[in-house]
């Protein structure tokens, strides 16, 4: 679907340059959920928009169904643009439009007739559970209404990838799960590609099949998102999946290793059993779990005598157990 090149973009003004984004490759596949996910002022947001040639990259290319977007005349990138929509934040609607009349708008655009727009925007309507909302104006609307109008706007045209800049960010917990299950189905049942942008691993964990993690404006790690969450490589990953806890957040020069458990074995005793093999206390300074794909994982993080010893009977149970652990240096919550 999606090829990016040794992709960059540079923001040059009066007073300084800013590298937003710097040296992106990656591939986003045909029907994929494609998370992109990192710390605020990571260049996520920028680097979707390069996806569509919002921003035109400063270098590098960008390749959509294997066309050179850089390359196109005009009219020919318009028209392909069409097949890429995007949903935002701030839901972006026509605050004196109803619902309707908001997913109307892009078909008003392209020529469709009255009647074949208003058959196919109530279609719409109803796909995102709205059919009873039709005609109220945003200002009716709650946040996860508006941002349901707004996927169904973004869909209007029958769009090949959807493009979501944090359209969760604004939302509340359960109405964020809400408009993810949305997108998974519109996924599944349509086959649109789905490109996440977001700084919420929970986000990625329940939606994505892939993710990539962006710190200072490059790749910082890409992979499936079980890898990613299980094992993850970089520093920024490791931020974003440990699990916070205030209690420890002035412990130092201490050892600590991070346990995963999936389905399987989330119910087994692993920390009672390890205590009694080893004959070695352990302190449980922090636990969650999360759902990556359609499987529970947890994860746990212990404190451990600073042992070389102990260390080594626990890593040896732990192997033999069939539990994932790494050490963590410098674990503070």
Known sequence: MFRLENVSKTFINADNTTEAVRHVTLEIKDGEIFGIIGLSGAGKSTLVRCLNFLERPTEGKVYFQGEDLSAMEPAKLREARKKMSMIFQDFNLLEQRTALGNVLYPLEISGYSKKDAAEKARKLLARVGLEDKENSYPSQLSGGQKQRVAI?????????????????????PTTTEQILQLLKEINEELGVTIVIITHAMNVVTQICDRVAVMADGEIAEIGDVKEVFVLPKSEVARKMILPKSEAVAHLEGNRFLRLVFDGQDAFEPIVSNLV??????????????????????????????DDDVALARIKDYLDGAEVTYEEVQNYAG
Not at 152 to 172: K, M, Q
């Open 152 to 172: 169904a706007r973004a869909l209007a045209l029958d769009p090949e990838a959807l493009l979501c800049d944090e359209a969760t960010s604004a939302l509340d």
């Open 276 to 305: 009694i093999h080893c004959h070695t206390p352990v302190n449980i300074l922090a636990a969650d779990t999360k759902v990556v794909g359609d499987l529970m994982f947890g994860q746990m993080i212990l404190q451990i005598p």
